[in-house]
């Protein structure tokens, strides 16, 4: 399993080794601000373990390390698919907030919780009126 973590500005690839799943929570703070609790479980020799996503800088490097079995795949870049985007229940922006699952192009609103498609953005081709013998 892959997963996409997003930390310092970067998206990371990591491949998790088979078992692993993600769980995604957010709880509210008495003032209505989200609290994170977001978290991989891996399976290692037989027991799960939880690697938590905050401090977000954690999973990456446990992955450069490959430590608990998961490994950096390739190396980060920046993801322009959330540039624009918000999420159509709560409008939060922020990409620390809205995170792409796994191979698909479906959004986890870490904020309230939603799960929604990317807009599929058009792209239309620029024709030159030039002719080739200009």
Not at 9 to 17: A, E, L, M, R, S
Not at 66 to 84: H, K
Not at 105 to 113: A, I, N, P, Q, S
Request: a negative charge; aromatic letters at 6%.
């Amino acid at each position: 399993m892959r997963v996409k973590h997003y930390a310092q500005g970067k998206f990371y690839v990591i491949q998790c080794p088979e078992g692993t799943r993600v769980v995604h929570r957010s709880d509210l703070s008495a003032d209505g601000e989200a609290i994170p609790h977001d978290h991989l479980v891996v399976l290692l020799d037989g027991e799960e373990v939880r690697i938590p996503a905050d401090p977000p800088e954690l999973l990456p490097m446990l992955a450069e390390t490959g430590n608990f079995g998961v490994s950096l795949v390739g190396e980060p870049e920046p993801d322009v698919d959330l540039a624009g985007v918000a999420c159509p229940d709560c409008g939060q922006d922020d990409v620390n907030w809205l995170q792409l699952g796994d191979g698909s192009e479906t959004v986890h609103c870490d904020y309230c919780g939603a799960e929604f498609a990317l807009p599929v953005t058009t792209v239309v081709p620029v024709v030159s009126t030039r002719r080739a013998d200009d």
